[in-house]
């Protein structure tokens, strides 16, 4: 009964959304993030035990189920020792499950099903996003998905799985990776009214992000670099990981405090945010770290 109640709202949701900007996945709340559960968002290139343990632990621990879906990498068929699954074994995880499909038919059946309605933790490995919209969305294993996430669980993902996670799609097209406006723009709305870029600063994306951005200016743009991670619960963002995040919300922060500098106009405007780093996703603010007195004047 829960999942066809579950199940018929998805539906109906998918039905009643037309603007990739409102996107959603699940019960409406005033929070931009998941008022259950956990997201961690990676931009590409997971290499850090440290963002592999947040993953686990947010999952409940060692011993939580996980479900590594590679369906964007495009190959032809998976295996239980696809590289991501081993990996979270490697660093402790104990029940990890590779569960994939191109066909929705299949998707939507409740065998293909069966590993999620245990799962307390789900990954989307990279590739092209758009054949995870292709193979899942409006199918019971969105559904599922979304369950995941509402019973405390966590989402995760790496580069195309990073996208996937924002309501616009953004790097969706079907021809190239280059096109951020593509044939495909919705996404599956885990963070809302976002759009999620990745391997920003090794491949020189920092302004790509504008140009969706300025078709959808109501839209909060994250572009995220390689093995750096954001991790969301409700309003509350943070930055883990080797590098940083940039953030496309109109404003500027410095971690000098100083508006005192010539600035772009807001629609041209990014900043990072680094390890530690926390971020208001209601009010679109910076937390303040506290200061602890003394650094550097220069």
Request: with cysteine; glycine share 12%; proline share 4%.
């Amino acid at each position: 009964m829960w999942f066809t109640t579950l199940f018929c709202a998805a539906v109906l949701t998918a039905t009643t959304i037309a603007n990739p900007i409102y996107a959603t996945n699940g019960t409406n709340t005033t929070y931009v993030g998941p008022e259950s559960g956990h997201l961690v968002i990676v931009g590409g290139n997971l290499q850090s035990e440290s963002i592999y343990q947040r993953i686990i632990s947010l999952a409940g621990g060692p011993n939580a189920s996980i479900v590594v879906v590679p369906t964007a990498g495009g190959e032809d068929t998976y295996d239980q020792n696809f590289t991501t699954a081993v990996a979270f074994r490697k660093y402790g995880a104990n029940n990890v499950t590779v569960l994939h499909t191109y066909d929705p038919a299949v998707a939507d059946t409740d065998e293909f099903i069966a590993p999620l309605l245990g799962a307390k933790g789900i990954f989307f490995g990279g590739g092209r996003q758009w054949r995870l919209v292709d193979a899942y969305a409006g199918t019971k294993t969105e559904v599922a998905f979304q369950a995941v996430l509402d019973a405390g669980g966590v989402i995760s993902g790496s580069s195309a799985g990073a996208s996937i996670i924002g309501s616009f799609l953004a790097r969706g097209d079907t021809a190239n990776n280059t096109i951020m406006i593509g044939d495909h723009t919705v996404g599956f709305g885990y963070l809302k009214n976002s759009a999620i870029d990745q391997h920003v600063l090794v491949r020189n994306r920092h302004f790509d992000m504008f140009e969706i951005l300025n078709a959808y200016p109501e839209l909060l743009g994250l572009a995220i670099d390689e093995d750096t991670a954001l991790v969301v619960n409700k309003n509350e963002l943070e930055v883990i990981g080797s590098t940083y995040a940039l953030i496309y919300d109109g404003g500027f922060w410095s971690r000098e405090g100083s508006w005192e500098r010539p600035l772009p106009p807001p629609n041209a405007r990014f900043y990072f945010l680094r390890e530690g780093d926390k971020y208001d996703l209601g009010t679109r603010a910076v937390i303040e770290p506290e200061t602890t007195g003394g650094g550097d004047d220069v």
